[in-house]
């Protein structure tokens, strides 16, 4: 096999031994380095650039980044400084890539073939949006959505909309948005959006705008191209078109994370079965494992901490394993009621892949 690629530089405090590095602008968290905690660290989260990361200068002095705030009755450009006076909240959140499980196709789409590892459930420090909205008079009568984008420095020669990170989500979201300057704890790095990112719980990873730079409520959606024709669930050979439904609300989704597929010398004998679960924009009622690839199923036990609805739950399964091969899969229902599906939805692009039989781990147990 190749020797893995190096982090790149703007990454490189992260730890090499939890990532696969795809790309200098895809890079995945290894199913087995998720550990039993709720919190994903900084250092093993994924990233997905889809436009190579700024200059680090914009990261200089945090406080001076500004953001322009459209749509609202008094519209004007806020900085971080002032941000951060408006309001404060936290809110623990799975982000996840929109084509996390992609790998799992037999399609091959093509993207990065992520298999559970483009998520993390991460906490975000920030200002409510709604709060910002109502400290500028309110949003303008008839926006539907909103629309965020993100601050890189777009190449010259290019149709801007052909290449800029925007997207517009339905202004309902709003209502859990936040503009953040924090992750878990911290300032955000570089890597993850710094100084100020747009966090919209419950949604796919590309709706969450880095260096946001603008912030519009909208009467429609934005026509930049990753809006438009990006992130479109398209019929399977299909290209992506704005009659489509984009990519955007997370449904239930889980996976056991250990033992992990690559596991070797799992023992036999007594064996912990755990993995995450979450419900997108819903929490998590309950999560079932099975031994024997989906015939029968046994309900886990949720540990860990219950951080909101837009968290993941950890969860364990204690079972008593002799020597054999397995398939181990879980299947999680949300507190509608909703319960995670055997089948992926087929899309050209890959999206959106919540199948418990695609996620299902074989090991062998000596
Ligand atoms: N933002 C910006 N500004 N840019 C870019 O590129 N990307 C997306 C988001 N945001 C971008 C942004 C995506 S696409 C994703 S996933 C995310 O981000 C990721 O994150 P991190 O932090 O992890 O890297 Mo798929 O759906």
New binding site residues.
């Given amino acids: 096999a190749a020797a893995p690629k190096p982090l790149p530089a703007y990454v490189a405090w992260k730890d090499p031994a939890s990532l696969i590095v795809h790309s200098a602008t895809t890079i995945e968290t290894k199913r087995a380095a998720f550990g039993s905690g709720v919190i994903t660290p900084a250092e093993q989260?994924?990233?997905?650039?889809?436009?190579p990361a700024p200059d680090a200068s914009i990261i200089a002095d945090r406080d001076a980044w500004e953001v322009s705030i459209e749509g609202v009755k008094a519209p004007r450009k806020l900085t971080l400084r002032e941000l951060k006076t408006m309001g404060v909240e936290t809110t623990a959140m799975v982000?996840q890539?929109?084509?996390n499980g992609r790998g799992y196709f037999p399609s091959k789409p093509s993207g990065t073939p992520w298999q559970v590892g483009?998520a993390g459930c991460v906490m975000w420090t920030g200002v409510p949006v709604r709060v910002v909205a109502e400290a500028l008079g309110g949003v303008t009568p008839g926006a539907a959505f909103l629309t965020g984008t993100?601050?890189?420095k777009l190449p010259d020669g290019l149709d801007p909309l052909s290449i800029i990170?925007e997207r517009s989500v339905p202004a309902a979201a709003m209502a859990d948005a936040l503009l953040a300057w924090e992750m878990n704890g911290v300032p955000i790095s570089l890597?993850?959006?710094g100084p100020l990112r747009l966090i919209v719980p419950g949604y796919?990873?590309?709706n969450?705008?880095?260096?946001v730079k603008r912030l519009a409520f909208t009467a429609k959606e934005t026509e930049a191209r990753i809006m438009s024709h990006g992130?479109r669930i398209s019929p399977p050979g299909g290209k992506g078109d704005p009659s489509q439904p984009s990519?955007q609300e997370m449904t239930v989704k889980s996976w056991i994370n250990s033992p992990a597929p690559e596991a070797i010398g799992v023992k036999a004998g007594l064996v912990q079965v755990q993995g995450v679960a979450f419900g997108g924009l819903n929490g998590v009622k309950r999560v079932e494992v099975s031994l024997d690839g989906g015939k029968t199923w046994s309900d886990a036990r949720l540990t860990g901490p219950d951080l909101g609805r837009f968290a993941w739950r950890q969860f364990v399964l204690a079972a008593n394993l002799p020597a054999g091969s397995y398939t181990l899969a879980s299947r999680a229902t949300d507190t509608a009621g909703n319960v995670q599906p055997e089948q992926r939805l087929e899309n050209a692009g890959g999206y959106n892949n919540t199948s418990w039989s695609d996620h299902a781990v074989k090991v062998m147990v000596a």
């Fill in positions: 989260l994924y990233i997905r650039n889809n436009l982000l890539c929109s084509g483009a993100g601050g890189e990170v890597a993850h959006g796919t990873g590309v969450n705008i880095k260096y992130y990519v």
